[in-house]
């Protein structure tokens, strides 16, 4: 079964007009979560995040925090629109459909 947690976390400093996301990386595939991080006034967050499926127990999975700029935003958005009507996120690949991003944060944790 997916193991879902809420990630919690502070942001300061963004620049005007760049969105943050948070991405897992599992082996080399990449999958933006649910939608841009929302921001309180005071730059505090929390978004549920899926580590993977059913098969996946003892897999490595890194949690990171992106900084996406427009074109990177609208890609994420897209992948997620896309899954949502076909039932189906497939990985994507750095070097393919995976945007340049700015990593921001990170955190690796082994699934049980």
């Not at 502070?10 to 649910?34: D, F, M, S």
């Not at 990177?72 to 459909?97: K, L, V, Y």
């Amino acid at each position: 079964m997916p193991i879902e947690v809420t990630a919690i976390g502070t942001a300061k400093n963004i620049p005007e007009g760049a969105r943050l996301w948070l991405v897992v990386k599992v082996g080399n595939g990449y999958y933006p979560q649910i939608g841009a991080l929302t921001l309180l006034p005071n730059g505090e967050w929390s978004q549920p995040v899926l580590f993977g499926g059913p098969n996946d127990g003892g897999k490595t999975f890194m949690l990171m925090a992106v900084q996406a700029d427009s074109a990177a935003h609208q890609r994420f958005d897209q992948w997620i629109r896309d899954g949502r009507a076909t039932g189906n996120f497939p990985a994507m690949e750095e070097g393919g459909e995976y945007p340049t991003v700015k990593p921001l944060a990170a955190v690796t944790l082994i699934r049980s």
